[in-house]
């Protein structure tokens, strides 16, 4: 009888129409400039320091191109540039889902099974340590000058980051959980995924943050050993051109790439994982 | 001989590692009647925790024998509702969901899991909270979400391994209200492990005492009390008190809970 009356009152039973975000002061607008200000303020810093020395050629402009000029040759040559930046952008997002697909499959085998893990950790961090630069000439002895020496070359330097984190997060599953669902009768695959993939995403996701921005790397690189287009080749003409305004503009497009890229997969994350801990904004509904 | 819900003969469990061997539980015997509540006490790391998991399946025996509904167990079993100290949620999921889990993984009727699922939040009073995800919830609603998923199904059998050893001492009293109040309307054969005497006498139907390693059982107490119980009418009960005594003294006068 009486612990009836305890429960109706320790119950917050008045939190009821809760599960919601409590909403935050300021509009859209307002939220979108407090997140932005600082990296605003800091980037045209920056800018303005380069716009300064330039300008006022405290550095010979064959070595440091004014942004004006920059800008120009970007709006002459912009259809030779979009063509190039196209190709790599094409070899990097190839070779970053490759390498995705890849690592998650590679880290699979490595958290289930103890002899994967023992074959193939070596090869593994083989493929890390071996200097990418170093072995892109062979690519292309092996591949040609098409994509494909770019590809593998992307794949291989994003690959490591994948199957690092998706081992981590495959590893990181709470055993109380794999002993329920054990008693759960589920069999490995249900467990995989209602479980322990969920469960691994975070880690899955910083790792595909890592490895994108390396994917770039890997495809100019690529590039630079040999190519009759994309980015990196367009870097080394205008180096031997000393066209220093082409050489900006090249750098601004690559980085670009990496940002872009950068910022879908955040966006991935956010829709993947919007109850991860690292982006909770929530504060919780009960206290008892 | 069949017929118990639950029945452990001579059951010991050895674990071997490179430095040493430990003794979890040894020679312990024990029948559960369908429909009772055995409430096992022991101070922590007196094996009792690897007892119930050996009763699931999930730790196998190194001499002895388990049997779960008259069929032995050598593998995982599946009849029966597991809760750990820890409520074990996904992260992820809303506190329905976390409960229909039982469900998805058994593959089990939709439509049937999904006004079970609404009964079970109903009788443990989650409504309300259905969409919650568990960091927005208490850690006494967590552990009643935790409860609902091991009821999903309708287990023959509950094990609980300290279900409320995380929780405060009015959450506590609280959940173990409840729980007696499930276990009469359901029906469930429940097997309960605590290192908590009150928790133990105000639950079960009859309270196994555990030494501490190698766990023992040694002794049986019945709890003659009446099957609804309420804090407020048990503490004030002269039995309880008694029964509470004895315990404490069986498990050496330091334990104190």
């Known amino acids: 009888m009486s612990e009836q009356i305890v429960d109706r009152q320790l119950t917050p039973r008045g939190a009821r129409q809760v599960p919601s975000a409590p909403p935050r002061p300021g509009t859209r607008l307002v939220r979108l400039v407090e997140a932005l200000w600082r990296p605003a303020l800091l980037l045209g810093a920056v800018f303005a320091a380069w716009w300064f020395v330039a300008e006022r050629e405290y550095v010979a402009n064959y070595l440091v191109p004014t942004p004006a000029q920059v800008a120009a040759k970007m709006t002459d040559e912009w259809s030779f540039l979009l063509r190039n930046t196209f190709v790599t952008l094409y070899e990097t997002v190839i070779g970053f889902v490759l390498a995705a697909l890849l690592g998650l499959g590679t880290a699979i085998l490595i958290a289930y099974s103890r002899t994967m893990e023992k074959a193939i950790y070596p090869i593994v961090l083989f493929a890390q340590v071996i200097p990418k630069i170093a072995i892109a000439p062979l690519l292309v002895v092996w591949f040609g000058v098409g994509f494909t020496p770019k590809i593998v070359l992307a794949v291989l330097i994003a690959f490591f980051p994948v199957v690092i984190s998706g081992v981590a997060g495959l590893r990181s599953t709470d055993p109380e959980l794999i002993e329920l669902s054990a008693t759960m009768g589920a069999g490995p695959w249900r467990t995989f995924r209602k479980i322990r993939f969920p469960n691994a995403l975070p880690h899955l996701m910083s790792g595909l943050k890592v490895a994108v921005t390396l994917a770039v790397v890997g495809a100019v690189v690529g590039e630079f050993v040999g190519a009759d287009k994309g980015l990196g080749y367009v870097l080394l003409v205008a180096n031997g051109n000393l066209d220093a305004a082409l050489l900006f503009a090249d750098l601004i497009l690559m980085s670009l790439i990496g940002i872009v890229l950068f910022m879908l997969v955040e966006v991935a994350e956010a829709l993947l994982i919007p109850w991860h801990a690292s982006r909770r904004s929530g504060v919780p509904l009960t206290t008892s | 001989m069949s017929g118990a819900a639950v029945e452990l003969t001579g059951l010991t469990v050895r674990f071997v590692s490179r430095r040493r061997r430990t003794v ?10 369908p429909g009772e509540f055995v409430a096992i006490v022991g101070p922590s790391g007196c094996g009792k925790s690897t007892l119930l998991r050996a009763v699931a399946g999930l730790v196998p025996p190194t001499a002895g024998s388990v049997t779960l509904l008259g069929q032995p167990v050598t593998r995982p079993q599946t009849d029966i509702g597991f809760v750990f100290q820890r409520p074990a949620l996904l992260e992820w ?14 593959g089990l009727d939709r439509a049937w899991a999904a006004r079970r699922a609404d009964e079970l939040i109903e009788l443990t009073g989650l409504t309300g909270f259905e969409r919650a995800l568990p960091h927005e919830l208490s850690g006494g609603m967590q552990q009643r979400v935790a409860l609902c998923r091991a009821l999903l199904h309708q287990p023959p059998v509950l094990l609980m391994d300290e279900p409320f050893g995380a929780l405060d001492a009015l959450t506590r009293e609280q959940l173990n209200a409840e729980l007696n109040r499930i ?36 002794s049986t107490l019945p709890v003659d009390l009446p099957v609804e119980r309420s804090y407020a009418q048990v503490m004030t009960d002269e039995r309880f008190d008694r029964l509470s005594s004895s315990i404490r003294l069986l498990l050496g006068a330091g334990a104190n809970h």
Not at chain 2, 24 to 33: F, I, K, N, Q
Not at chain 2, 93 to 106: D, V
Not at chain 2, 186 to 201: M, N, R, Y
């Open chain 2, 183 to 218: 276990w009469r309307e359901t029906g469930t054969t429940i097997l309960l492990v605590t290192h908590s005497i009150a928790e133990a006498v105000f639950l079960g139907t009859r309270v196994e005492v555990m030494s501490p390693r190698p766990g023992r059982i040694v």
């Open chain 2, 24 to 33: 979890a539980v040894d020679d312990v015997t024990l029948r559960v009647e």
């Open chain 2, 93 to 106: 999921r809303g506190a329905r969901k976390n409960i229909l889990l039982q469900a998805e993984m058994r």
